[in-house]
């Protein structure tokens, strides 16, 4: 078996990513490992079989980015739609729109306030505490957006999320709760935003498009890590704690569960995502897929549609690692991995897994243009030592 000129674990964007520029730009041979069936990572999509409707397996990806240089970068392999992410909430019997806006504010008081009286009164209402500095998560969550809307949108769904009393949870989990004095309920803020017109995985599989680049799927790096270590650049995208055996003990996840069901109407619920912040629901929210792409014709899903229930709960072993739960422990924890990551000769680790680290998609995929251009190039074309 010959050796690649790098070898690349994990086939999800900072990988692709890598394996794109070293292929494209740098003539390497490059040989993506990938322990899952399909490549991609988690932000693989999958025709559902009976409708033909696309479905973010791992949960929904919205594409979103006011870097230029990573908008051109993916405009390389995809067109995007004109898609704009918007969010509802349904709150005791009544949709309201998020994020937090001023229809939200006058649908919840029942009143019909301007902008600037919105602004007062949620002033006034966020002094509770007099100018104390926050403590939990409950008294900050009081003090950026007041306790009737906290409340309501955010108390029982934030226990939901993390499965622990909000009183319980660190108040530096939120650092700002957007609140708008306008009615633009537009999720994201950034410059480029849509979905790939032709779904997440010809995205991905686009990337990994090249002669110099071979995906292997099926297979765990672990199994085959000897024929590699030491002898070929690796840049590692895996679990970072996985890695060293654990031997700093387990950095902490949040997973997801999500429940898929086809349904028999033709339109559920009339967006794509509703949240549902009371605590009588036991899931956080409802993704309905075909609203991410009002563009397609969805005729052969006919009077059906997929909708997808999404639960959150504390990884344990051997479930997906979504968010990383970033205790005190787990940073100082995090400290002695990243001494040994650097000190591991000839891999480097990246992406969400390899640093964890929440990561969007585009700042995945910055974040390995940049590993690219500051660490490979350097190294496999001024012969720069690779750390
Ligand atoms: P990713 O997890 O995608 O890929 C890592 C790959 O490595 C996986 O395929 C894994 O199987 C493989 N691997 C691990 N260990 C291995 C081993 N030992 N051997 C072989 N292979 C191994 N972003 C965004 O911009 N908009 C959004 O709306 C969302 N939504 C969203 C929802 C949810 C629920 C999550 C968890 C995440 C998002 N994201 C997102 C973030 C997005 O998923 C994230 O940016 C990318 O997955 C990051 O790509 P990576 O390549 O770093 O990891």
């Not at 994201?188 to 995985?201: A, I, K, M």
């Not at 990246?350 to 940049?370: E, N, P, V």
Request: net charge negative; hydrophobic share 35%.
């Amino acid at each position: 078996d010959q050796l690649p000129d790098l070898l690349v674990v994990g086939s999800g964007f900072f990988g692709l990513t890598i394996a794109e520029r070293c292929a494209a730009d740098l003539g390497l041979k490059v040989r993506i490992l990938e322990r899952r069936s399909h490549l991609g990572g988690n932000a693989y999509s999958e025709r559902e079989e009976q409708t033909g409707i696309e479905v973010h397996r791992y949960g929904a990806h919205l594409f979103h980015t006011s870097n230029a240089t990573v908008w051109e970068y993916v405009n390389r392999f995809t067109a995007f739609t004109g898609y704009q992410h918007r969010v509802y909430s349904t709150h005791r019997g009544q949709v309201y729109p998020l994020p937090i806006n001023l229809g939200t504010i006058n649908q919840f008081f029942d009143a019909a306030y301007s902008p600037a009286e919105a602004r007062a009164l949620i002033a006034e209402q966020a002094a509770e505490l007099g100018g104390k500095e926050p403590e939990n998560f409950v008294e900050k969550g009081v003090s950026l957006i007041g306790r009737p809307l906290y409340e309501a949108f955010i108390a029982h769904y934030t226990a939901k999320q993390w499965q622990t009393d909000p009183e319980k949870l660190s108040a530096d989990i939120i650092s700002r709760l957007p609140v708008r004095y306008t009615y633009d309920n537009r999720y994201f803020n950034d410059t480029y935003e849509g979905l790939p017109v032709d779904g997440y995985t010809a995205w991905l599989e686009r990337m990994a498009d090249h002669p110099n680049i071979e995906v292997v799927l099926d297979t765990d790096f672990f199994t085959v890590a000897e024929q590699y270590k030491g002898r070929v650049p690796i840049v590692y995208t895996g679990p970072v704690d996985e890695y060293f055996g654990y031997a700093e003990g387990r950095l902490a996840w949040r997973t997801l569960d999500f429940e898929e069901e086809v349904v028999d109407v033709e339109d559920f619920q009339g967006c794509p995502v509703m949240n549902y912040p009371d605590p009588e629901v036991p899931y956080t929210r409802i993704h309905e897929f075909k609203h991410f792409h009002p563009e397609r014709d969805h005729a052969r899903a006919g009077e059906k549609t997929v909708i997808m229930r999404e639960y959150s709960r504390f990884a344990e072993e051997g479930d997906e690692p979504y968010y990383p739960v970033n205790t005190p422990e787990d940073r100082a924890t995090l400290l002695k991995y990243r001494d040994l990551a650097k000190a591991e000769p000839m891999v480097l680790f990246g992406g969400r897994l390899g640093t964890y680290q929440y990561l969007d998609m585009h700042m995945a995929i910055a974040s390995a243009l940049s590993m690219f251009e500051n660490r490979l190039r350097p190294h496999f074309r001024d012969g720069a030592a690779l750390t």
